[in-house]
């Protein structure tokens, strides 16, 4: 007997097999309805990166330190000496950017689409979870390298929570494990990072596909009409949709290693909690709530900004709830897909504001100053880098 055939038999006469390959053959050769298009893959690829993620973060911990005496040394090592570090380290900080933006595009087109309407809303609410551990997994990230940029983003970062109304004092302390960030936070961030966050987004990504694979994909037709479509109408998940999955999974690795190749990150100078350096900016996916809490200064502005960065989320989670239409086809809905567009939009002008804000830019051959605010104040050549008041592009 074939090796092949003695293991079968092992676990046949200890299974039963038949019942298990019943459910495989159901899972794999579902139908998808007829509207599933290459936007459906951001689902996948943000699976795919959470799993290349997990691998590349338990090859960076074999040599990471989490201490603030160790933690850029270790960086170093595994960048410069450790095999296919580098490589690896790239991949992990590539992959979060990347991971943030597929969930982002997976939860604009489901909202665009009308997926999170009944029965699906505990789906989208899984998601909106999903995406927040998403975030917190790069702000906790980014700070264990211990350089300057990382050191001074999470202590701005982490004083935003203070202007929180009634809890805001305790919530800062408690995220820093103290007064100010040391140490004590890297370990914090380093714990939530590595074991807290992997299992939460783990067991949800689970919840998430079961009711998924419990209501199967939303069509475009009103709530309460989706008809199963006839089977020879929808989309097989087995070969067709998966050789999508496969071919941009394929050039997502590719992505991932050339960008880990031209535009790598650097390491960036040790943490000196004594020297403040200029312009501390966080990373682009906080670019937008950064700029938002720019217009609300004073102790009751900054309660008032946190209360509008807040809001969108919020929104975000109830928005099943509150979006109670029959219809599902994206021009049924001109209201909610107003909102949405607008949402994005506005996300995306608050985040090139952030991004170009305090420094000098050139539109139409014109130098100009752009203020913390994200103000243009025309630099007059002449006058060596003089600002002239008052003029706006
Ligand atoms: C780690 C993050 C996530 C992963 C791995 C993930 C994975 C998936 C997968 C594989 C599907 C099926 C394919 C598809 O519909 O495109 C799906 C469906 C869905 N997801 Fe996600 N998702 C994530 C985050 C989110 C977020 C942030 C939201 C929204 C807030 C969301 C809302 C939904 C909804 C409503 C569906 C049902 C779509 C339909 O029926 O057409 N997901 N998700």
């Known amino acids: ?50 799993i290349s993620q997990t691998v590349t973060g338990i090859l960076l911990l074999m040599y990471y330190r989490p201490t603030p005496e160790e933690a850029h040394a270790s960086i170093k090592y595994i960048t410069g000496e450790a095999h296919f570090g580098w490589l690896f380290r790239q991949i992990h900080a590539w992959g979060a950017s990347l991971m943030i933006l ?37 702000f906790t990230g980014y700070l264990l390298p211990w350089n300057q940029v990382a050191f001074w983003a999470t202590t701005v970062g982490t004083e935003s929570a203070n202007k929180v109304p009634v809890i805001g004092s305790w919530l800062q302390y408690f995220l ?28 949800l990504v689970g919840v998430h596909l079961f009711l998924m694979r419990l209501n199967n994909l939303a069509t475009l037709e009103r709530v309460g009409e989706e008809k199963p479509f006839p089977h020879q109408c929808g989309i097989p998940f087995y070969p067709v949709h998966v050789a999508k999955e496969g071919a941009v999974a394929v050039l997502l690795l590719a992505v991932l290693v050339t960008l880990s190749v031209v535009a790598p990150w650097g390491i960036g100078e040790p943490a000196d909690p004594l020297s403040t350096p200029e312009h501390i900016k966080p990373e682009w996916y906080f670019l937008p709530s ?78 100009y100053h752009i203020d913390l605010l994200g103000r243009p104040h025309l630099i007059d050549e002449n006058r060596s880098g003089e600002e002239v008041p008052g003029e706006h592009p």
């Not at 293991?7 to 053959?25: K, M, Q, V």
């Not at 939860?107 to 975030?135: C, D, H, N, Q």
């Not at 820093?176 to 807290?196: C, N, P, Q, Y």
């Open 102 to 138: 597929f969930v982002v595009l997976h939860m604009m087109r489901t909202f665009f689409a009308g997926a999170y309407k009944k029965p699906r809303e505990l789906t989208w609410i899984t998601g909106t979870g999903l995406f927040v551990i998403t975030i917190i997994f790069g």
């Open 1 to 50: 007997m074939g090796l092949a055939n003695r293991i079968t038999t092992f676990f046949g006469t200890r299974f039963d097999l038949d019942a298990g390959r019943e459910f495989l053959d159901k899972q794999i050769h579902k139908r998808l309805p007829p509207h599933t298009s290459w936007l459906h893959v951001f689902a996948s690829l943000s699976l795919l990166l959470f």
């Open 176 to 203: 820093r494990g103290g007064d100010a960030v040391t140490g004590e936070t890297l370990s914090r961030f380093f714990v939530v990072h590595v074991i807290i966050l992997p299992w939460i987004l783990a067991g």
């Open 290 to 367: 950064y700029q938002l809490l720019k217009y609300f200064e004073g102790p009751y502005g900054a309660v008032v900004g946190i209360l509008a960065c807040s809001v969108p989320f919020i929104l975000l989670i109830v928005w099943p709830f509150l979006d109670r239409g029959k219809e599902r086809h994206p021009k049924k809905r001109p209201l909610a897909v107003g909102i949405g567009l607008l949402g994005a939009v506005a996300a995306l002008f608050l985040g090139v504001l952030g991004h170009i804000s305090e420094t000098d830019q050139t539109f139409f051959g014109k130098r």
